[in-house]
Nanobody, 115 residues
Framework: HVQLVESGGGSVQVGGSLTLSCLAS????????MGWFRQIPDREREGVAS????????YYADSVKGRFTISRDNAKNTVYLQMNSLKAEGTALYYC?????????WGQGTQVTVS
């Protein structure tokens, strides 16, 4: 099954931008539903952006609409999350996730700190 490794996190000022990458191995992501989630301590993990499984259209949480963009490069087996106009509340551990036939996989996460 697929394994996921996130990268691109770091520290950025409010209003800045970051691009997260999620490199998959072990399988091709073309047939997977892929998405990004984030979690802060003592809070539940929340969905940020994803591709819908049925038609591949994109979903965004209301809190990031207009500022974040999810994209995928199947040839590179990579999913991206472009984050613009970052806010302090965007500080979190960001996870990449995949879903296929009811089986989900998580990456290890990459920390984003906005201050």
């Amino acid at each position: 099954h697929v394994q996921l490794v996130e990268s691109g996190g770091g520290s950025v000022q409010v209003g800045g931008s970051l691009t997260l990458s999620c490199l998959a191995s072990g399988d091709t992501i073309g047939r997977y539903c892929m998405g990004w989630f984030r979690q802060i301590p003592d809070r539940e993990r929340e969905g940020v952006a994803s591709f819908r499984f049925d038609d591949g259209s994109t979903y965004y949480a209301d809190s990031v609409k207009g500022r974040f963009t999810i994209s995928r490069d199947n040839a590179k087996n990579t999913v991206y999350l472009q984050m613009n106009s970052l806010k302090a509340e965007g500080t979190a551990l960001y996870y990449c996730a995949s879903l296929l036939s009811g089986r989900g996989t998580w990456g290890q996460g990459t920390q984003v700190t906005v201050s």
